[in-house]
């Protein structure tokens, strides 16, 4: 009989395992309690130890309240040891109510970490930060490094019905505690209320869903679940306004457009400067910047995202796979690409390697941003009349919003009161389909979208 001192020490139950394993002591012959009532049947024996030397495998699954986890991972490592692949077959009921065990706690883990309130107080020592939370495992002790990390500069409390936490500079527990023990309100459960407002979406309400992810246990704890009554009440004519209402157009200014430190007053003197560009680090891996190409004077404007590997070793503008897509585009709709004016919003190529190869890497916000004071001068040299924002990096460097580009699609948007925009998909989007079917429709809308933009080019 293995009694464990607490029911949340997976140390303390590997150090037992390794010493009944070294001795051949078979699953059925053993008894496991953790700080629960022991087995009264069995008789009490010396608890060997000894240190374990291996992975730690189903360690979250020991953290469950179900009453038999010990003798359920103690079972998995006994056949794990004698049988070799045994872990690799996903039917196993074993391994399936392990994988099982582990997932409730994980996500239990995760809703601590999530839903945890704090409410303030005043002790001997000055303010301190006291939460109540009832965690349906034995969690506390294994996120209590999270909260040290992430409120480290604070003093603060964490009371469960079975463990408490405190922190001072380090963690120390204590036994659990009751609701009574932290303040019901304070200051701050107005903030989460306002805050949670504000975010909430009534077009994607689903009640079933919510009580699915977020039980109404644990509403009773969170200030802001006061609102969600109310604002579930309103859904669905906020929701109707929503979709009633026309788009919004993004807005743009000449004013607001990030400027250079000297602006380049024509395309060359633009190129000088990009050559020289070291606003973000993907100078340092690229081979070279990658311009724009096209005449001065053209009325229409393509703005792809980033460079690809055939763009960044060439110099060029839409060269690559994604380019063939687009010059096929543009020959079935009758434009003339010696006429256009075709850039990207990001310069330079960012990529991950994969052995040899270079694989696209999807630009981040602060590399978008980066480069918008190039685009920007681009336009106002180039000064066309209509402008394709292909993707949604594209879109985000025109706009400097977070724009979906399924929501704006074949849409025209004015940015200046002598300029459109007009935003459509990435051809390298059309590479990427697999469905046939659904790739004739992209392929349409896509033809449809250029042909649109260059008939308002030419109008």
Request: positive net charge.
């Amino acid at each position: 009989m293995i009694a464990l001192e607490r029911p949340d020490d997976p140390e303390a139950f590997f150090e037992h395992a390794a010493a009944l394993l070294a001795e051949g002591i078979a699953p059925e012959h053993v008894s496991w309690s953790g700080g629960e009532s022991a087995d009264l049947f069995a008789a009490a024996t010396r608890a060997p130890r000894a240190k374990w030397r291996g992975e730690k495998l189903f360690a979250a699954a020991l953290l469950h309240r179900a009453e038999n986890r010990f003798s359920l991972v103690y079972r998995a490592l006994w056949r794990a040891a004698r049988a070799k692949g045994w872990l690799g077959n996903p039917a196993d009921p074993d391994l399936c109510a392990l994988r099982k065990l582990e997932g409730e706690v994980r996500r239990d883990s995760h809703k601590m970490r999530a839903l945890v309130r704090f409410r303030e107080i005043r002790d001997a020592e000055g303010e301190r930060f006291i939460a109540w939370y009832e965690p349906s495992h034995f969690t506390l002790r294994a996120n209590a490094d999270f909260f040290a990390h992430r409120f480290a500069n604070m003093r603060w409390s964490i009371v469960t019905p079975d463990l408490s936490a405190h922190y001072d500079g380090e963690v120390r527990f204590a036994p659990g505690g009751s609701r009574r023990d932290v303040p019901a309100e304070d200051a701050r459960d107005e903030d989460w209320r306002t805050y949670y407002a504000a975010i909430f979406n009534p077009a994607r309400l689903n009640l079933a869903a919510m009580q699915s992810h977020l039980p109404k246990k644990f509403w009773r704890n969170l200030p802001e679940a006061r609102v969600i009554p109310t604002l579930a009440r309103a859904a669905q004519n906020r929701a109707e306004a929503m979709i009633a209402a026309p788009p919004t157009a993004p807005r743009f200014s000449r004013a607001s457009a990030p400027q250079t430190e000297a602006a380049a007053t024509d395309l060359a003197d633009l190129r000088a400067q990009l050559a020289c560009c070291e606003k973000c680090p993907l100078h340092r891996e690229a081979t070279q910047v990658v311009c724009g190409a096209g005449p001065l004077n053209a009325q229409l404007m393509i703005v792809a995202e980033q460079p690809g590997d055939h763009e960044d070793l060439a110099g060029s503008p839409l060269i690559g796979p994604a380019g063939k897509i687009f010059d096929e585009a543009l020959r079935r709709t009758g434009c003339d690409r010696e006429k256009i004016y075709v850039t990207n919003a990001v310069k330079h190529f960012k990529f991950t390697l994969k052995g040899k190869r270079r694989i696209h890497a999807k630009p981040g916000a602060g590399e978008i941003d980066a480069c918008s004071s190039w685009l920007h001068r681009e336009i106002e040299i180039v000064r066309p009349k209509v402008i394709v924002a292909m993707g949604a990096t594209a879109l985000r460097g025109l706009t400097g919003q977070i724009l979906a580009v399924r929501e704006s699609r074949g849409k025209m948007f004015d940015l200046a009161e002598d300029r459109r925009l007009l935003t459509t998909t990435h051809p390298a989007y059309l590479l990427r389909l697999q469905d046939e079917q659904e790739k004739r429709l992209a392929w349409r809308a896509f033809l449809s979208d250029l042909a649109q933009a260059h008939a308002m080019a030419q109008a």
